[in-house]
């Protein structure tokens, strides 16, 4: 008896189960917390230390970046992002691991079309689309000023 | 000589031999529950190679000399090997073959390759055109990520129902040997496709093609479900199992009893992380050639239906939205020649 798309999606969602999210919510908010809590440890001690508030949010960002690429190259920060997900993948380090993964994975290919070409594979998007909505915002922040 | 039975299936008349078999599995299928029945479990995943790509071709190469020496025999034995993987243009296996000197026959039928290249060795011993014949396919976890998700190293959680791909091989020799497993029958299916288009539910869009090919052979042949004592699916994993035994039910056809996949084997479910199951040309390869193929030869196993199933898109058809076509075929294995 033949099967027809639409009869096969309604015993295709019934066979296949969701995502646990009443796993990963909780999860996502305690891996995600707590690197923002990092991140607020090392701004706070970084102010301590004499650097300037506008300069320790900066230098905050770096050590997270640095942090997580060096997670990444120690295969660690995929087993992290594995219970962490939206948690880590939101903060700053996860856009820094979505430039290091493709950096290790393609330099197989060389440094020009490998690593250099594939490098934003992931984040090219997300830096696209952030430019781009940081110029409508720009635009429109000109414009009330104006009027 | 073959006869043909219908547009899909043939009988192979004289039941070409399975001569040899081997299989050798990564580091994570050497952990699952099938681990001591493989020839070789390499727990480097790199296989001793510098990319993954010449990993997985080390990986093929080294099973199918594996199987050919199994049957006391040299590659210059061999008149035809017939093999594929799933790495674009098949790179896998033409790098790994080309040292082998073998007359060679490449075959993409994405995970469903080690039922496609048995089915076409099969035939050609059949009718006399090859004295030996090899098949092989393989897979590679972490080449078959690089490919076709994300890179490795890249943090980002899988779905309930994403399958993992499979770090292995299978190879076997086919000839005509006159010893248990034989190659009794194959049915070749057609491409299904019922409009899935999630790429991490693979085993909904293989399920129908499997669903299409057994209820063919069992029309063909005349054969009932339990007149096998395995059917032994390809990768479909849990979502696909339930969704072909759902499909088959409609037609009042229960494999519920004999019924088991090759994805639901290679790996322990609940331990292992791999969510839905296995999958990969090499998950239902190794399974056929690392304990299937020794219990039909042992008697274990008298008749088997190996269905291995692929899922045929490709990156780029995801990206455009496409839905996923599935293809799957049967070979009939049996430890009696009649």
């Known amino acids: 008896m033949a099967v027809d798309k639409m009869e096969y999606d309604k015993m295709l969602k019934k066979a296949s189960p969701n995502s646990k999210a009443y796993i990963n919510i909780p999860m996502a908010f305690i891996i995600g917390g707590l690197i923002c809590v990092l991140g607020q440890f090392l701004m706070t001690s970084y102010e301590k230390m ?15 970046i640095f942090l997580s690429a ?16 939206a948690g880590t993948l939101v903060p700053i380090t996860g856009f820094a691991n979505a430039v290091v993964a493709p950096a290790l994975e393609f330099k197989a290919e060389g440094l020009i079309l490998g690593l250099g070409a594939k490098l934003f594979t992931i984040a090219g998007p997300v830096i696209v689309y952030g430019v781009t909505a940081s110029v409508i915002y720009g635009l429109i922040i000109y414009i009330f000023k104006l009027v | 000589m073959s006869l043909r039975l219908s547009q899909n299936t043939i009988i192979l008349n004289t039941s070409p031999s399975i001569a040899s078999y081997a299989s050798i599995v990564g580091k994570k299928e050497g952990e699952g529950p099938l681990g001591k029945h493989f020839d070789l479990v390499n727990d480097d995943n790199t296989f001793g190679e510098s990319t993954w790509e010449k990993s997985e071709s080390r990986l093929q190469k080294d099973t199918v000399s594996k199987a050919i020496s199994k049957a006391n025999l040299v590659p210059s034995d061999i008149d035809f090997i017939f093999a594929g993987d799933l790495l674009n243009q098949c790179i896998g296996t033409t790098f790994g073959l080309r040292e082998l000197e073998i007359p060679f026959i490449g075959l993409y039928g994405a995970c469903s390759t080690m039922a496609e290249s048995i089915a076409m060795g099969g035939i050609f011993i059949d009718n006399d055109v090859a004295i030996n014949v090899a098949a092989v396919t393989s897979s590679h976890f972490c080449s078959a990520e690089k490919q076709f998700r994300f890179p490795l190293e890249y943090g980002g959680q899988r779905t309930p129902t994403s399958q993992w791909t499979a770090t292995a091989s299978g190879a076997v020799v086919i000839n005509k040997k006159n010893a248990p497993p034989f190659i009794r029958a194959v049915t070749i299916g057609k491409i299904m496709d019922l409009g899935v288009v999630d790429v991490n539910n693979m085993g909904a869009a293989m399920a129908p093609a499997a669903h299409y090919t057994i209820g063919q052979h069992l029309a063909d042949t005349g054969k009932r479900p339990e007149d096998f004592d395995l059917i032994l699916t390809g990768d479909l994993g849990q979502v696909g199992s339930e969704l ?10 229960d494999i519920t009893e004999n019924h088991n996949d090759c994805g639901l084997m290679l790996y322990d479910l ?16 190794s399974v056929l050639c690392g304990y299937i193929l020794d219990q039909v030869k042992d008697g274990i196993l008298s008749d088997v239906l190996f269905v291995a199933t692929g899922a045929l898109m490709s990156p780029t058809s995801v990206d ?7 293809i799957a075929h049967a070979i009939h294995i049996s430890n009696k020649s009649e």
Request: with cysteine; hydrophobic share 30%.
């Open chain 1, 50 to 64: 004499g650097i300037s508030t506008y300069f320790s949010g900066t230098v905050t960002s770096i050590t997270l």
């Open chain 1, 70 to 85: 060096l997670l990444t190259g120690l295969n660690l920060y995929d087993n992290i992002a594995k219970h962490g997900g």
């Open chain 2, 244 to 253: 072909l035994i759902d499909l088959l039910n409609r037609d009042g056809i």
């Open chain 2, 270 to 285: 609940d331990e292992q992380d791999v969510h839905a199951g296995g999958s990969g040309c090499g998950c239902s390869a």
């Open chain 2, 320 to 326: 455009q939205g496409e839905s996923i076509p599935g």
